[in-house]
């Protein structure tokens, strides 16, 4: 028997590739926040498509948004020296493996003083 169109029997965990930790980027923007101010944190990566997976965003244990293509969150940092810590959930489509980052982001103040002489 002669098989022109022969696919080989490939099982599914063999075709599904598991994305790293490290191959999803984040952006801080500001990259170094003051207190009380407004900060975007935005996702990417070349070898998930993220606007198809499910991503959680945690702040300690509140769930603050979840769903399809939720790479980006905004919120304003809190007082001085307070710090604030996202757990992120990525689950890629088609995938079980989930991807788990952790972003500590602490606002912080510099004042510096100096003085002339003369």
Do not use: H
């Not at 980006?72 to 995938?95: A, K, M, R, V, W």
């Not at 493996?97 to 972003?103: A, E, F, T, V």
Request: with cysteine.
């Amino acid at each position: 028997m002669l098989c022109i169109f022969c696919l080989p029997n490939i099982s599914q965990a063999a075709t599904e590739m598991g994305v790293l930790d490290n191959e999803i980027n984040v952006d801080l923007w500001p990259e170094n926040p003051q207190p009380y101010e407004n900060v975007t944190i935005t996702l990417s990566s070349y070898a998930t498509d993220l606007s198809k997976a499910i991503i959680d965003w945690q702040i300690g244990p509140k769930m603050v948004q979840t769903g399809y293509g939720k790479t980006t969150y905004s919120f304003q940092t809190l007082g001085p020296d307070t710090t604030t810590l996202f757990n992120i959930t990525i689950t890629p489509e088609g995938s079980t493996n989930r991807i788990s980052k952790q972003i500590t982001i602490t606002s912080s103040e510099v004042e510096i003083m100096y003085e002339s002489v003369d």
